[in-house]
């Protein structure tokens, strides 16, 4: 089982729709959680991290589920701007550092 | 502000020349890592550096030689190109024990041909 997954869409929705993303993990040890944004031929980018009791940044709201070792993001009134690559990022203390896996991304594309 | 810069952007090797790519970083953290990101696979850690004076293998490292030359400096070196390795490298340093998040290069552009 990989370590982080993610479901690679594209979903593909209109402009002011709301969408989820999901993505589990494997290791019941891990200890912080992102979720990065990746634009075509940039560079990924902190979208938010990802907080026990759930936190929200305008219309992004990252969820934790601990018990079932999966992290939601969902974006609500979504905007043409809001396409790109969506990346789950899950760290965990390893023998000799710190380990991040990420997630091979969830392909967004909003359109008009 | 800087964050983190690499060097080159764009890169064309032959099979079998040598390179370097550059990373720096002005945030002081004490981890910094190198990825490659090639089409379907996600971002695949090829070495890191956990502080200064210190390297590991990650997922990919064969092919590849790091060195972690002062805290700001790492850099991935690949001694005999092989086509296998055109891909994007990005740098990024941050994260550490305290969870912190890791900030990204903008990439480095390399076909080896």
């Known amino acids: 089982r990989k370590e982080v997954e993610q479901d690679p869409g594209p979903f593909n929705v209109p402009e002011g729709a709301t969408v989820a993303f999901n993505c589990t993990y494997s290791?019941?040890?891990?200890?912080?959680f992102f979720w990065y944004r990746q634009d075509c031929r940039k560079e990924p980018k902190l979208l938010m991290s990802?907080?026990?009791s759930g936190n929200e940044d305008g219309r992004f709201t990252a969820q934790l589920n601990r018990a079932s070792q999966y992290i939601s993001l969902l974006i609500r009134d979504s905007k043409l701007s809001d396409s790109a690559t969506y990346l789950c990022?899950?760290?965990?203390?390893?023998?000799?550092?710190?380990?991040?896996?990420f997630g091979k991304g969830t392909s967004l594309l909003v359109t008009p | 502000n800087a964050g983190v810069t690499q060097t080159p952007k764009f890169q064309v090797l032959k099979t079998g020349q040598s390179m370097t790519l550059q990373c720096a970083q002005d945030?002081?953290?004490?981890?910094m890592y190198w990825y490659r990101q090639d089409p379907g696979m996600g971002l695949r850690l090829i070495y890191y550096?956990?502080?200064?004076?210190?390297?590991d293998k990650g997922e990919v490292p064969n092919g590849y030689n790091v060195s972690r030359l002062n805290k700001r400096e790492f850099s991935l070196r690949l001694e005999s190109a092989a086509p296998s390795q055109t891909s994007v490298y990005f740098c990024?340093?941050?994260?550490?024990?305290?969870?912190?998040?890791?900030?990204f290069g903008e990439g480095s552009w390399l076909t080896v041909v």
């Open positions: 990024a340093s941050g994260g550490g024990f305290s969870g912190n998040t890791i900030y």
């Open positions: 550096s956990a502080s200064e004076g210190t390297t």
């Open positions: 990022v899950v760290a965990s203390i390893a023998n000799s550092g710190y380990a991040l896996n």
């Open positions: 945030m002081n953290h004490n981890s």
């Open positions: 290791n019941s040890a891990s200890q912080s």
């Open positions: 990802v907080y026990s």
